[in-house]
């Protein structure tokens, strides 16, 4: 689907959430994906139905039998809501269409199986195509269960490869449920008054096609597509294909006509009613345009969509040698979408926050987002659009390429962002973190074993997005980048309008390198986890084993596992692993004074273990002259001690020991790397003697930093290289939260200018500087920054506030920012959760969040009743901390009260967080002395 941002918090035991900067440069995205799949049930399987000759009746599994082809389909679709009401109108949530698919029978039946879900289906016809005698209907069903609309003719079709035609009419439903066709609101400021205003929009991804109008509904089944969309006069209406004619029809509607679609997938149609404005441009004679709300429009927030769209097509069509394959391509924003975004061809749907900036207002974060999610889509006009995956698990072959190719793009576009080097950073940490857990699954699965909708729409998680990205980048390293291109130049022009699976793919690249390119990605790609190498520079001995968080016995999984590496800084070289091993390689033996680095670049998916002394000797290189290893290495070097630490392959003490030359270190990933991995210790030592000197640590680390970005900051100007401007939050964020009072007297400085009038933060630091004004202020203070948060026009300068008010220290302030988020007046339903999480993450607040929920428990599960995910995180969220014997009692004491109740998605909630403050107090117990005794150390060296 779409991108969203699948934080699968669900699975993650002891997830390292910054406290120190917790929105500091990162959008929290919130995704409802969770939701969406807790609210599907799984679908059983129909029974199965002993075969006959001639099948009738079900197919045994959840796909579509292989006896009927769709060639074309022809849909009308009326949308009976009104944009705007007039007076004294009611609302028609309605929709009526009719559809005739064209189909070819290639194997004799008398059922013809397709798809339908919450369609009433009035008339269904069904004719022969040449000679156009009517086949006689005996009955047909709709299976709710298996959404098979099963239709049994009275006499046989004969596989002969003879075309028939489908007609059907129906009529649905226009829900608010943001699937298939849905409905949403907004309001729009008319004369002064808020006026509401309704569209329609619709998000067919993955198996919601079905919902619109009865179809064969699988990825393979492509057809082409002849969209007739009626709506109201005065409404403008738009799908896939360009506007080919529109006339009235009756007094009151217009019919819109689009030209027909290529040859496509059910899941990327995409239809849409409503009353937007929109900014176009002209690429290559085909007409670009962004729509949105008016007001956002002439507000300028479509400007920067605009001005990159042309652009990131222009790359990708050279760098993949084909023409962006429609002849236009509309991209929408809409204030109610489900998933980030999603790549519907021809006409992209996008949440406002990934596809509107405002110039000023928005951060610098905001508008990397909106170029990453533009660049993601448009690689997916390629990559899903026109080649499309077999079937749902090789969903990796599309939303991998989508994200590796997303970096590319952007980073053609804005050249000084240096994108490609946070790839690390957003993709492979996350989801190494993920993928070493027990629960994680491979890249890509049996055809068998993905069936159900449940099962399909939980593929839309990090391991499919990230490691596929990761495992590409991966490959394209290996390769080299030109031939890599070479190799997807002839995958998208072999399958171009057709679908294909991950061997195909693999075939393709074999064709530019003399390598047996299927050997070495099989494992990455059908085996779930990745390596970690275990290797000692004294003996050149290197082997590999699957790294787990959690190590259990060997499961004897092996990779073959390119290498890049260096020593002490020279060339680099290359070399596969092709053993699980040991063996000794020579190459991997340094003499005394020098180092071995490996994996350079990150280049490679796994992690990096070595013998003591060649740790001490990079930490040692670190400490001197930090540039002779390479950028992302520095962040590598200390995300790997870390998690090996949390593996225990090595001691807490060398983990914590990659930080101590961050006190020369201005450079963002590196900062980021370590801020993250510390985020686990704050969380668990927080409320500790240990908290002390790991502050006085911090504060001496960041000391330099924060004066490095002084300058910006005292005069409120923006560094040029956009990592500094992430760094230079992390600065202020750490300095501030760890007491260095030069940080708070500023953040409280530039408040109190607001107070008294103006406001000279810039976007980037309001979230922070809010956040630690607030924290060092009093109630005057914060019911200043209430008033801006009930006057904020803007979504997210609100968000900034609403973040920033959980930030007080003072305890009475929390308990009744907390009591406002039972009050929708005060705080909007859809943020109560994320403010309760707010709340506990500051340690002032954990406590009463965690009595609080528990207090108001029955409020809070009936407000979010439909969505019990979001109730899980916030279990996941309050609980984040809990490291005591004491703790892990209240929550067994909660846990055992909901057991009577029997509410399943809470208790399971509950349980993953009993099983997480288990984990967290043993190795607080085992980690606590060393680390406490390691931070005084170093609190006493100068
Ligand atoms: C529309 O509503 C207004 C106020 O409710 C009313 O005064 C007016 O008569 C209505 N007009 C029509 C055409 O119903
Ligand atoms: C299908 O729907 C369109 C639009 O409502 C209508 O004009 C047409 O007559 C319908 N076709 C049939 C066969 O009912
Ligand atoms: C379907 O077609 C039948 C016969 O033409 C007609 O009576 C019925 O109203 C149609 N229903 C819809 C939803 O168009
Ligand atoms: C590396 O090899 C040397 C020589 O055999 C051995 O003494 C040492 O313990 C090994 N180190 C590790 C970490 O296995
Ligand atoms: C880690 O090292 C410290 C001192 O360097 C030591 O006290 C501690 O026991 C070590 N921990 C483990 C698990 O070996």
Same mark, same amino acid.
């Given at each position: 689907? $779409?991108?969203?941002?699948?934080?699968?918090?669900?699975?993650?035991?002891?997830?390292?959430?910054?406290?120190?900067?917790?929105?500091?440069?990162?959008?929290?995205?919130?995704?409802?994906?969770?939701?969406?799949? $807790?609210?599907?049930?799984?679908?059983?399987?129909?029974?199965?139905?002993?075969?006959?000759?001639?099948?009738?009746?079900?197919?045994?599994?959840?796909?579509?039998? #292989?006896?009927?082809?769709?060639?074309?389909?022809?849909?009308?679709?009326?949308?009976?809501?009104?944009?705007?009401?007039?007076?004294?109108?009611?609302?028609?949530?309605?929709?009526?269409?009719?559809?005739?698919?064209?189909?070819?029978?290639?194997?004799?039946?008398?059922?013809?199986?397709?798809?339908?879900?919450?369609?009433?289906?009035?008339?269904?016809?069904?004719?022969?195509? !040449?000679?156009?005698?009517?086949?006689?209907?005996? !009955?047909?069903?709709?299976?709710?269960?298996?959404?098979?609309?099963?239709?049994?003719?009275?006499?046989?079709?004969?596989?002969? /490869?003879?075309?028939?035609?489908?007609?059907?009419?129906?009529?649905?439903?226009?829900?608010?449920?943001?699937?298939?066709?849905?409905?949403?609101?907004?309001?729009?400021?008319?004369?002064?008054?808020?006026?509401?205003?309704?569209?329609?929009?619709?998000?067919?991804?993955?198996? %919601?096609?079905?919902?619109?109008?009865? *179809?064969?509904?699988?990825?393979?089944?492509?057809?082409?597509?002849?969209?007739?969309?009626?709506? !109201?006069?005065?409404?403008?209406?738009?799908?896939?294909?360009?506007?080919?004619? @529109?006339?009235?029809?009756?007094?009151?509607?217009?019919?819109?006509?689009?030209?027909?679609?290529?040859?496509?997938?059910?899941?990327?149609?995409?239809?849409?009613?409503?009353?937007?404005? +929109?900014?176009?441009?002209?690429?290559?004679?085909?007409?670009?345009?962004?729509?949105?709300?008016?007001?956002?429009?002439?507000?300028?927030?479509?400007?920067?969509?605009?001005?990159?769209?042309?652009?990131?097509?222009?790359?990708?069509?050279?760098?993949?040698?084909?023409?962006?394959?429609?002849?236009?391509?509309?991209?929408?924003?809409?204030?109610?979408?489900?998933?980030?975004?999603?790549?519907?061809?021809?006409?992209?749907? +996008?949440?406002?926050?990934?596809?509107?900036?405002?110039?000023?207002?928005?951060?610098?974060? %905001?508008?990397?987002?909106?170029?990453?999610?533009?660049?993601?889509?448009?690689?997916?006009?390629?990559?899903?659009?026109?080649?499309?995956?077999?079937?749902?698990?090789?969903?990796?072959?599309?939303?991998?390429?989508?994200?590796?190719?997303?970096?590319?793009?952007?980073?053609?576009?804005?050249?000084?962002?240096?994108?490609?080097?946070?790839?690390?950073?957003?993709?492979?940490?996350?989801?190494?973190?993920?993928?070493?857990?027990?629960?994680?699954?491979?890249?890509?699965?049996?055809?068998?074993?993905?069936?159900?909708?449940?099962?399909?729409?939980?593929?839309? %998680?990090?391991?499919?997005?990230?490691?596929?990205?990761?495992?590409?980048?991966?490959?394209?390293?290996?390769?080299?980048?030109?031939?890599?291109? =070479?190799?997807?130049?002839?995958?998208?022009?072999?399958?171009?309008?057709?679908?294909?699976?991950?061997?195909?793919?693999?075939? *393709?690249?074999?064709?530019?390198?003399?390598?047996?390119?299927?050997?070495?990605?099989?494992?990455?790609?059908?085996?779930?986890?990745?390596?970690?190498?275990?290797?000692?520079?004294?003996?050149?001995?290197?082997?590999?084993?699957?790294?787990?968080?959690?190590?259990?016995? #060997?499961?004897?999984?092996?990779?073959?596992?390119?290498?890049?590496?260096?020593?002490? /800084?020279?060339?680099?070289?290359?070399?596969?692993?092709?053993?699980?091993?040991?063996?000794?390689?020579?190459?991997?033996? &340094?003499?005394?004074?020098?180092?071995?680095?490996?994996?350079?670049? *990150?280049?490679?998916?796994?992690?990096?273990?070595?013998?003591?002394?060649?740790?001490?000797?990079?930490?040692?290189?670190? =400490?001197?002259?930090? %540039?002779?290893?390479?950028?992302?290495?520095?962040?590598?070097?200390?995300?790997?001690?870390?998690?090996?630490?949390?593996?225990?392959?090595?001691?807490?003490?060398?983990?914590?020991?990659?930080?101590?030359?961050?006190?020369?270190?201005?450079?963002?990933?590196?900062?980021?790397?370590?801020?993250?991995?510390?985020?686990?210790?704050?969380?668990?030592?927080?409320?500790?003697? &240990?908290? /002390?000197?790991?502050?006085?640590?911090?504060?001496?680390?960041?000391?330099?930093?924060?004066? +490095?970005?002084?300058?910006?900051?005292?005069?409120?100007?923006?560094?040029?290289?956009?990592?500094?401007?992430?760094?230079?939050?992390?600065?202020?964020?750490?300095? *501030?939260?760890?007491? &260095?009072?030069?940080?708070?007297?500023?953040?409280?400085?530039?408040?109190?200018?607001?107070?008294? /009038?103006?406001?000279?933060?810039?976007?980037?630091?309001?979230?922070?500087?809010?956040?630690?004004?607030?924290?060092?202020?009093?109630?005057?203070?914060?019911?200043?920054?209430?008033?801006?948060? =009930?006057?904020?026009?803007?979504?997210?300068?609100?968000?900034?506030?609403?973040?920033?008010?959980?930030?007080?220290?003072?305890?009475?302030?929390?308990?009744?920012?907390?009591?406002?988020?039972?009050?929708?007046?005060?705080?909007?339903?859809?943020?109560?959760?994320?403010?309760?999480?707010?709340?506990?993450?500051?340690?002032?607040?954990?406590?009463?969040?965690?009595?609080?929920?528990?207090?108001?428990?029955?409020?809070?599960?009936?407000?979010?009743?439909?969505?019990?995910? @979001?109730?899980?995180?916030?279990? #996941?969220?309050?609980?984040?901390?809990?490291?005591?014997?004491?703790?892990?009692?209240?929550?067994?004491?909660?846990?055992?009260?909901?057991?009577?109740?029997?509410?399943?998605?809470?208790?399971?909630?509950? #349980?993953?967080?009993?099983?997480?403050?288990? $984990?967290?107090?043993?190795?607080?117990?085992?980690?606590?002395?060393?680390?406490?005794?390691?931070?005084?150390?170093?609190?006493? &060296?100068?």
């Amino acid at each position: 689907m $779409a991108k969203g941002v699948y934080i699968s918090k669900a699975l993650a035991i002891a997830t390292v959430v910054l406290t120190l900067s917790a929105l500091g440069g990162i959008i929290v995205m919130v995704t409802l994906y969770q939701m969406e799949i $807790a609210r599907k049930p799984p679908r059983p399987r129909p029974s199965p139905v002993p075969t006959t000759p001639i099948p009738t009746g079900l197919p045994p599994t959840l796909r579509l039998p #292989d006896n009927l082809i769709p060639e074309s389909y022809e849909v009308n679709l009326q949308l009976y809501l009104y944009t705007k009401l007039p007076n004294a109108t009611e609302q028609e949530y309605m929709f009526e269409g009719n559809s005739t698919v064209r189909f070819k029978c290639v194997k004799d039946t008398r059922t013809i199986i397709l798809h339908a879900l919450d369609l009433s289906i009035e008339q269904v016809t069904v004719t022969h195509a !040449r000679t156009r005698e009517n086949i006689a209907v005996e !009955r047909y069903t709709l299976h709710n269960d298996s959404h098979f609309f099963e239709i049994l003719l009275k006499k046989q079709l004969v596989g002969n /490869g003879d075309y028939y035609e489908l007609f059907t009419n129906f009529t649905g439903e226009l829900l608010d449920d943001l699937t298939g066709l849905y409905t949403s609101q907004y309001t729009e400021k008319v004369n002064g008054e808020e006026e509401k205003r309704f569209l329609v929009a619709s998000q067919l991804q993955a198996t %919601d096609a079905r919902k619109v109008f009865p *179809c064969f509904d699988e990825p393979a089944m492509k057809a082409e597509f002849k969209i007739t969309i009626i709506h !109201r006069r005065g409404t403008i209406a738009l799908s896939n294909g360009r506007k080919d004619n @529109s006339q009235f029809f009756g007094d009151e509607w217009i019919a819109t006509t689009f030209a027909p679609t290529p040859n496509m997938s059910t899941y990327l149609l995409a239809f849409t009613v409503n009353e937007f404005d +929109y900014k176009s441009e002209q690429h290559d004679g085909k007409e670009i345009s962004i729509w949105a709300r008016p007001e956002a429009v002439t507000a300028g927030h479509a400007n920067y969509a605009k001005s990159i769209t042309g652009k990131i097509l222009s790359f990708y069509e050279t760098k993949f040698n084909l023409k962006y394959p429609l002849n236009k391509l509309d991209q929408i924003a809409l204030p109610d979408f489900s998933a980030g975004a999603m790549e519907n061809w021809g006409l992209t749907m +996008y949440r406002e926050s990934a596809l509107l900036y405002e110039e000023g207002v928005s951060s610098s974060s %905001d508008k990397e987002w909106v170029a990453i999610v533009i660049a993601h889509e448009l690689a997916h006009q390629w990559f899903g659009n026109l080649v499309t995956m077999n079937w749902w698990n090789n969903l990796w072959l599309s939303e991998g390429f989508a994200t590796y190719i997303s970096y590319l793009g952007v980073d053609d576009i804005e050249p000084t962002w240096n994108i490609r080097d946070m790839f690390v950073l957003k993709e492979i940490q996350p989801v190494m973190e993920l993928d070493s857990l027990n629960a994680s699954h491979p890249l890509s699965l049996k055809e068998s074993e993905i069936e159900t909708t449940f099962d399909i729409l939980g593929l839309f %998680d990090s391991i499919t997005y990230s490691k596929g990205a990761a495992v590409l980048r991966m490959l394209s390293a290996y390769m080299g980048e030109e031939k890599f291109f =070479e190799g997807l130049k002839s995958y998208l022009m072999k399958f171009q309008y057709k679908t294909a699976d991950t061997a195909d793919l693999w075939k *393709c690249m074999k064709e530019f390198t003399h390598e047996e390119i299927e050997s070495i990605m099989t494992a990455w790609v059908e085996q779930e986890g990745y390596p970690v190498l275990n290797i000692n520079t004294t003996t050149g001995e290197i082997a590999q084993e699957q790294f787990l968080l959690k190590r259990a016995g #060997d499961a004897g999984l092996e990779w073959q596992v390119p290498i890049i590496y260096m020593k002490s /800084g020279s060339d680099l070289k290359k070399d596969v692993l092709k053993e699980k091993g040991p063996v000794r390689k020579p190459i991997y033996t &340094v003499n005394d004074d020098g180092w071995l680095l490996v994996n350079i670049n *990150c280049s490679g998916y796994y992690r990096v273990n070595y013998d003591e002394q060649n740790w001490n000797r990079l930490i040692k290189q670190l =400490e001197s002259a930090h %540039d002779a290893i390479p950028l992302i290495n520095r962040g590598q070097l200390i995300d790997d001690a870390f998690n090996l630490a949390r593996a225990k392959y090595i001691n807490v003490t060398l983990a914590l020991s990659t930080t101590k030359y961050l006190i020369n270190e201005t450079e963002y990933i590196p900062w980021e790397s370590a801020l993250k991995n510390l985020g686990y210790f704050i969380l668990m030592f927080d409320r500790s003697e &240990v908290y /002390g000197p790991m502050q006085k640590y911090l504060r001496k680390q960041v000391d330099p930093l924060y004066k +490095y970005f002084q300058e910006y900051t005292d005069n409120a100007t923006v560094p040029t290289k956009l990592s500094d401007q992430y760094n230079q939050i992390n600065a202020i964020s750490v300095a *501030c939260s760890n007491g &260095v009072t030069e940080c708070t007297d500023m953040a409280t400085k530039l408040f109190n200018e607001w107070k008294n /009038g103006t406001n000279r933060i810039p976007p980037n630091l309001k979230s922070t500087i809010y956040c630690n004004a607030i924290a060092a202020g009093d109630e005057d203070d914060w019911d200043f920054a209430w008033k801006q948060y =009930e006057n904020a026009t803007i979504a997210t300068e609100q968000d900034v506030l609403r973040y920033a008010l959980s930030c007080t220290k003072i305890i009475w302030l929390l308990n009744r920012y907390l009591e406002y988020t039972l009050d929708p007046n005060k705080i909007r339903k859809m943020d109560a959760v994320s403010t309760i999480n707010y709340i506990a993450r500051n340690v002032a607040g954990q406590a009463l969040a965690w009595d609080f929920i528990r207090a108001q428990w029955s409020y809070i599960s009936q407000l979010y009743g439909g969505g019990m995910t @979001s109730v899980g995180s916030l279990i #996941d969220d309050v609980t984040e901390r809990f490291s005591t014997d004491f703790e892990l009692q209240q929550l067994m004491q909660f846990r055992s009260e909901f057991d009577e109740d029997g509410l399943g998605p809470t208790t399971r909630a509950l #349980d993953q967080a009993i099983e997480r403050t288990e $984990a967290n107090i043993k190795w607080v117990k085992e980690n606590k002395q060393t680390v406490l005794n390691w931070f005084r150390e170093q609190a006493q &060296v100068h």
